[in-house]
């Protein structure tokens, strides 16, 4: 099955950028979802189809997607960007359809 | 407004069975993919099992196959997670989530999850 690869943590400074990346063979040639998830609280739609903000989502966070790499970076942070977030693509690589998650990666502001 | 609201979760007995409900409003119940994702305390997001907006395809990870069984309601708009053979592994909070039958379109609204603890 596809293995998506995120860094544990990423720290950064209020006001830096922070970039969050999500490896996969190929992953460029996927579609690639991210979601924001805050301590006990459901998952958040945040960049979807690689690049596209999902209703309500800040133009501070972006996404792009090339090669073997697919990135969310999120600019001007705040405290309230804390969060774990995960990315999320389609498995076509195997014969049957399944969903795949990246492990997460949680953001600290310092 | 959408609204994903699951219930069911509770403390069960490895071997044992749990039924878990999704019921959806706010949105063409018909038109999108129901999915159920689970996340074990402190770990990740894993997806679990999907069915389509008409019901008659099913979707099953490896690691509940032959143990869950999804199924939809249209006459209440509910889509159920029939788990049985429960094993510790299982025990985590359980999130239903709608998305568009493009299978690659995104989770694009998620409930507020429901907990299933196995243990005996």
């Known amino acids: ?27 460029g040639s996927l579609s690639v979802h991210w979601y924001q998830q805050k301590p006990g609280q459901a998952p958040v739609l945040v960049i979807f189809h690689d690049r596209d903000r999902s209703s309500g989502i800040p133009e501070r966070f972006s996404g792009s997607n090339a090669g073997n790499t697919a990135t969310l970076t999120i600019s001007r942070v705040g405290a ?11 498995d076509r690589s195997s014969d049957q359809t399944s969903w795949v998650f990246g492990g997460g990666t949680k953001l600290t502001v310092l | 407004e959408v609204k994903l609201l699951e219930s069911g979760g509770n403390l069960v007995q490895p071997g044992g069975s749990l039924r878990l409900s999704c019921a959806a409003s706010g949105f063409i119940f018909t038109n999108y993919v129901i999915v159920w994702v689970r996340q ?12 389509s907006g008409g019901g008659t395809t099913t979707y099953y990870a490896d690691s509940v196959k032959g143990r869950f069984t999804i199924s939809r309601d249209f006459s209440e708009n509910t889509v159920s997670l029939q788990m049985n053979s429960l094993r510790a ?8 989530a709608k998305k568009k ?9 998620w409930g507020q999850g429901v907990l299933v603890i196995v243990s005996s």
């Open chain 1, 80 to 90: 309230g960007d804390e969060a774990d977030y995960f990315c999320q693509v389609w």
């Open chain 2, 89 to 96: 592994e299982d025990s985590a909070v359980y999130y239903c």
């Open chain 2, 40 to 51: 074990a305390p402190g770990k990740g997001l894993e997806w679990v099992s999907g069915i």
């Open chain 2, 101 to 109: 039958a493009d299978y690659s379109a995104p989770f694009d609204f």
């Open chain 1, 1 to 27: 099955s596809y293995v998506l690869t995120q860094p544990p943590s990423v720290s950064v400074a209020p006001g830096q950028t922070a970039r969050i990346t999500c490896g996969g063979n190929n992953i």
